[in-house]
């Protein structure tokens, strides 16, 4: 027997209305095919079909997806400085990981109002509660980090389990590192982009079981290279140039990545050489079956999605896909979950609809931030509770008759079936998941909507106490690492692009001159959102594969959209010959 009968009898009648075709996204005016796949899983979840795009969903999505970013919040009560990736000009405040665990906030409630906006009384009622500030799994160690998995002695990074790095993020088991974006056990490097197994490393990307080498794409089990791309079992290559030892080290000699003008040479060297005379394959997936998308590893049967790294089977249009994942849709993270759609970050949960940041919850639908909670609706920071709306409580049967009507309301006015507006985000936008992972840009941003803010608002980069009498400007940072005496520690370095200021911390000047690493003379969100943006987009399209000019699903490049790319058969002959 159906527990919200009226609300059945809509969605039957709109569901049985709804054919594959042509769609035009209401948002943007992006035409798209809605396929009988797609259908299916609207069956599936019981919810009306969406009138927004899959790539605008998944922008949507990322707005709520800080991606690199640290802000100084404000106390939720005292307004003392927090830091975190929530920007007080969203409007959010946040309470300390241990605070926010420690209160109940089940006494906070908000009374729906049946002829009001759903949306409107939810976007008042989340100020209400504070967020977490950092969301930190395993609480870090002398370090400096944001949803940290377990870090020691790391500063400034993000989403990550690393021992002494610096500026990264999603470094997992990473020691003695810096700038890395989806790395896994990446010591004693610098500069890495998707790549694993990498010692003694500079400037690699989507490489695997690679050492003392410099300059990398795609490449694996390789060794004191400088300039390789698709290469497999190769050693004393310069730029793709096979060397002798002896002509190799002398060139290598001659060669000062200790300095900034240098190593920025090389860069371009190799970004030439990235577009104009590499191969591209048209996506780099590992040991996947059945599976479209990019960025997939051990996925089965999971169609048009983006990034997924552990058993995820069954998942369909869903991005950042972690763990045990498995029957999920239209998402943007779900970690060890089953049964979600159009979620966001949302941990060890079970059939959940539009959620966001809820953990070990159950049947619940527009909810935020509630751990083990079950048949919940529109509820936010609530734990252990069962049968709430609003965070009020009531007896199952009222439950149930109290969710058909407001559903039936919202599904009436257009609202049920879509996720939070992007006002409801904590984040800046021109730094969150839309722009960085997904490539929107300003015009962009614009359309979608969202908050508009100074970064610099609210005291977020602590701007008004900067001693202007002692800052530097970026273009006086000196050229080498040789250079960088000990008096650069601690001083504001204004980034006139950023209109930000930064500084040298002190590990991290030791480090750099361990490593014999230039000084940076940029903002560090600058520097790791180039890293990360010089990588795959969570942007499917279709591409021609440049050799057998057959049509291939691949991810868009920003950065290198004109590249050379091979379909997965072309790519593997021209690996075999030129490997």
């Known amino acids: 027997m159906s527990s919200t009968p009226n609300y059945d009898a809509k969605i039957k009648a709109i569901l049985d209305a709804t054919k594959p075709g042509e769609r035009i996204c209401e948002l943007t005016g992006e035409k798209w095919q809605m396929s009988e796949e797609e259908i299916g899983w609207y069956r599936r979840f019981n919810i009306p079909p969406s009138k927004i795009s899959p790539s605008t969903n998944w922008k949507l999505l990322g707005y709520f997806d800080a991606s690199y970013q640290f802000w100084w919040n404000k106390h939720f009560e005292t307004g003392e400085p927090v830091l975190s990736f929530h920007h007080p000009g969203s409007g959010i405040r946040v309470l300390p990981d241990t605070e926010w665990y420690n209160r109940d906030f089940s006494s906070i409630t908000y009374d729906y109002k049946k002829d009001k906006s759903f949306f409107d009384q939810m976007r008042i009622f989340e100020k209400q509660i504070p967020f977490l500030a950092t969301y930190n799994v395993i609480p870090p160690e002398h370090s400096l980090t944001l949803v940290s998995l377990g870090d020691k002695d790391s500063y400034f990074v993000f989403a990550s389990k690393s021992i002494h790095c610096f500026y990264s993020t999603c470094a997992t088991d990473s020691e003695d590192s810096s700038l890395i974006f989806l790395g896994k056990s ?9 790549s694993e197994r990498l010692f003694n490393c500079r400037y690699v990307r989507e ?14 089990n390789c060794k004191n290279c400088f300039g390789a791309t698709n290469k497999r079992n190769r050693e004393y290559l310069w730029f793709n140039e096979q060397l002798s030892k002896q002509e190799w080290e002398k060139r290598r000699s001659e060669v000062d990545l200790g300095k900034r003008s240098i190593e920025q040479m090389m860069i ?11 191969v591209w394959p048209e996506n780099f997936n590992e040991k996947t079956e ?21 058993r995820c089977i069954h998942n369909y249009q869903t991005t950042w896909l972690f763990g045990d994942s498995q029957d999920n849709a239209f998402d943007w993270c779900p970690c060890d979950s089953r049964g979600t759609c159009f979620c966001a970050l949302v941990y060890f949960s079970n059939e959940l609809k539009f959620c966001f940041r809820c953990r070990s919850c159950d049947t619940c639908e527009y909810c935020m931030m509630c751990t083990d909670c079950k048949n919940c609706f529109a509820c936010i920071g609530l734990s252990h509770k069962q049968f709430h709306i609003f965070n009020k409580p009531y007896s199952e049967e009222e439950y149930w008759k109290r969710i058909d009507e407001i559903k039936c309301l919202m599904l009436d006015r257009g609202e049920y079936g879509k ?16 722009v960085i992972y997904c490539g929107v840009d300003e015009a962009e941003l614009s359309i979608l909507g969202g908050n508009k803010f100074d970064p610099n608002t609210e005291g977020a980069t602590k701007k008004d106490s900067t001693d ?13 690492i040789d250079d960088l005496i000990d008096d650069w520690i601690g001083v504001p370095i204004y980034d006139k692009n950023a209109g930000r200021t930064f500084s040298f911390l002190k590990p991290e000047v030791e480090y750099y001159r361990e490593f014999h690493l230039p000084p940076p003379n940029t903002h560090f969100i600058r520097r790791v959102h ?16 440049a050799q057998c000019k057959k049509t291939i699903l691949t991810s868009k490049n920003k950065k290198f959209a004109h590249r050379k790319i091979y379909c997965k058969s072309c790519y593997l002959k021209y690996l075999e010959e030129n490997g």
Not at 268 to 278: A, G, I, N, P, V
Not at 290 to 308: Q, V, W
């Open 468 to 480: 202007l009498s002692v800052m530097r400007q970026m273009e006086e940072v000196p050229d080498s």
């Open 530 to 545: 180039e890293v990360s943006q010089a990588g795959q987009l969570a942007i499917l399209e279709d591409h021609f594969c």
């Open 419 to 434: 996720f939070f507006p992007p006002e409801f985000s904590s984040a800046y936008p021109p730094e969150g998941g839309s």
């Open 268 to 278: 371009k060297q190799f970004e030439s050489l990235l577009l104009l005379d590499t």
């Open 290 to 310: 059945s599976s479209t998308g990019e960025y997939l590893t051990n996925a089965i049967d999971c169609s048009s999605c983006f990034f997924a790294d552990g």
């Open 186 to 194: 990446i010591i004693k490097s610098h500069h890495v982009l998707h």
């Open 207 to 220: 490489s695997r079981d690679c050492m003392d080498s410099c300059f990398l794409f795609d490449c694996r």
